[in-house]
C-alpha cells in the first residue's frame, strides 16, 4: 500500500513533534554498574555503590536469560490500548506473582558471606512466603516504605526491575500512548527517578522523565514540574562547585514552589556517562541540601530506601 505524500507544512510539522518514548538499551543493568563503580571512586557510599554494582551484575545477567515471565494475555493489552492505561500497571503484576521466580534467582545469585551483616539483612526476604513478598513489593512500588525492612529495599526493588524491564522490551509495538497527566510511566504507572536532558539525535534538548522501575523514558515538556505540572517559578539548584558554573552543571533540582517538591536532573550534554538510578544515589548530597530547605523528595529510587544511609 503506497505511503501517504505530505506537503510541506504537514512535513515540517511531523518533523517538530518529538520522539514520545526512548526504550532503555539491552546491557541497562551493565551500563549503569560500570557507572556505580565509577561514581565509587572516593566518594563517602563507596562501599554501598559498589554492593549495587554487583548486584546490577546480576541483574543483567537475569535480563539477558530470564525465567518464564509471561506477558498479560492479549486482550488486557487490548484494553490498555483502547483505554490509554499502562499495560504493564505495577500493581496488578505484582499481584499476578509472575517476577516471584525471578527474585529467588537474583537471591541466589548475590553472594552472601554466612553470619555477615547483608545475610542477617536478607533472612526476612528469604523466609517469607509468595504472599508476603508481594505486599512488601506493593508497600515499596506505592512508596509506604514503613510497610518493609530498608536492608530488604535494593534486593526486591532489583528483581522487580528486571522484570519490568524484560516486559517492557518484549512489548508489541504500539502499546504505549502519551495520557493527559503524563507525571507517570506510559508503560508501568511508576513515578520517575529523575529527568533526563539529551543531547544528540532526535532526543537533543529534549527533556525525558526516566521510570523508577522499568527504566522507560518518556517526553515531557522542560520548565513544568513532573508532580503538580505546574511551570510557574520554578528554580534550578545545584551542588557548589568549582569546576562549572551552576549553568553548566550536570546535575540540577527542579524546585517547584507550588508543591514543594523537586526532580534531578541530569544533563547529559555536561556528563554523557550519567544513568538517573545511579547518578542520583550518588548525589544524596543534593537531596539533604533540599531536604534542609524544607522541599520534598517525590522521586523514590528503588535500590536505596529513604533515610538509609548505609
Known amino acids: 500500500m503506497p505511503g501517504q505524500i505530505l506537503e510541506p507544512g504537514q512535513i515540517e510539522a511531523a518533523a517538530n513533534i518529538p520522539p514520545f518514548l526512548k526504550l532503555p538499551a539491552r546491557d541497562l543493568f551493565a551500563r549503569r554498574a560500570a557507572r556505580l563503580r565509577q561514581l565509587a571512586d572516593g566518594h563517602p557510599l563507596a562501599d554501598y555503590l559498589r554492593l549495587l554494582a554487583e548486584l546490577c551484575d546480576i541483574q543483567q545477567r537475569l535480563l539477558d536469560a530470564p525465567p518464564a515471565l509471561p506477558l498479560p494475555d492479549a486482550s488486557a493489552l487490548q484494553r490498555s490500548r483502547e483505554h490509554k492505561m499502562p499495560p504493564l500497571a505495577f500493581e496488578t503484576q505484582v499481584r499476578a506473582g509472575a517476577w516471584l521466580p525471578l527474585l529467588e534467582q537474583l537471591l541466589a545469585a548475590f553472594p552472601i558471606s554466612p553470619g555477615s551483616a547483608v545475610a542477617a539483612a536478607l533472612a526476612p526476604l528469604q523466609g517469607a512466603d509468595a504472599g ?179
Do not use: M
Open 132 to 310: 508476603q513478598r508481594k505486599a512488601w513489593a506493593l508497600g515499596l512500588l506505592n512508596g509506604q516504605y514503613d510497610l518493609l525492612p530498608a536492608a530488604l529495599v535494593p534486593f526486591l526493588g532489583a528483581a522487580l526491575q528486571v522484570a519490568f524491564s524484560h516486559w517492557l522490551l518484549a512489548l508489541p509495538e504500539g502499546l504505549l500512548s502519551e495520557s493527559e497527566e503524563q507525571t507517570l510511566c506510559p508503560a508501568c504507572g511508576s513515578p520517575p527517578v529523575a529527568g533526563v536532558i539529551h543531547h544528540r539525535g532526535q532526543y537533543s534538548t529534549l527533556r525525558y522523565l526516566a521510570c523508577s522501575l522499568c527504566s522507560c523514558e518518556w517526553h515531557y515538556v522542560r520548565v513544568k514540574c513532573s508532580h503538580c505540572r505546574e511551570s510557574k517559578g520554578l528554580s534550578y539548584l545545584a551542588l557548589d562547585s568549582d569546576a562549572r558554573t551552576a549553568e553548566k552543571a550536570p546535575l540540577r533540582a527542579e524546585v517547584c514552589p507550588g508543591c514543594q517538591g523537586y526532580l534531578k536532573q541530569f544533563y547529559l550534554e555536561y556528563d554523557d556517562g550519567a544513568d538517573p538510578q545511579a547518578d542520583d544515589i550518588a548525589s544524596l548530597a543534593l537531596d539533604i541540601r533540599l531536604a534542609e530547605e524544607g522541599y520534598l523528595r517525590r522521586a523514590p529510587n528503588l535500590l536505596l530506601a529513604p533515610g538509609d544511609s548505609d
